[in-house]
């Protein structure tokens, strides 16, 4: 079983880019599709994007594609979300996920913990 770990969050302020990693403690990435999520205090879970196993296709929300591009590197077994033109509203605990289904399903299974990420204006 694969066991997820998100990095890369912080304080940053509005207009800043930052990359979050996900990373496998136990298992490997590479035979999954991998989602990011998020969720503000009192939202519910918010899908952003996906990317399928080869990082070759993706999937976005409209409300981040503009601004947000996920990718992967199966040599060194990460997944990444490059968020730039960061805003307020962005402000969120971001996760990474294993998917069974498509990048266009929601058949999410295996979570990290977070990473918190917070905007200030």
């Known amino acids: 079983q694969v066991q997820l770990v998100e990095s890369g969050g912080g304080l940053v302020q509005a207009g800043d880019s930052l990359r979050l990693s996900c990373a496998a403690s136990?298992?490997?990435?590479?035979?999954?599709?991998i989602g990011w999520f998020r969720q503000a205090p009192g939202k519910g879970r918010e899908f952003l994007g996906a990317?399928?196993?080869?990082?070759?296709?993706?999937n976005y929300a409209d409300s981040v594609k503009d601004r947000f591009t996920i990718s992967r590197n199966n040599a060194e077994d990460t997944v990444y979300l490059q968020m730039n033109n960061l805003k307020p509203e962005d402000t969120a605990k971001y996760f990474c996920?294993?998917?069974?289904?498509?990048?266009?399903?929601?058949?999410?299974?295996?979570w990290g913990q977070g990473t918190q990420v917070t905007v200030s204006t």
């Open positions: 996920a294993t998917n069974r289904g498509t990048i266009t399903t929601m058949t999410y299974e295996h």
């Open positions: 990317i399928n196993w080869g990082g070759f296709r993706t």
């Open positions: 136990e298992g490997s990435l590479r035979d999954y599709i």
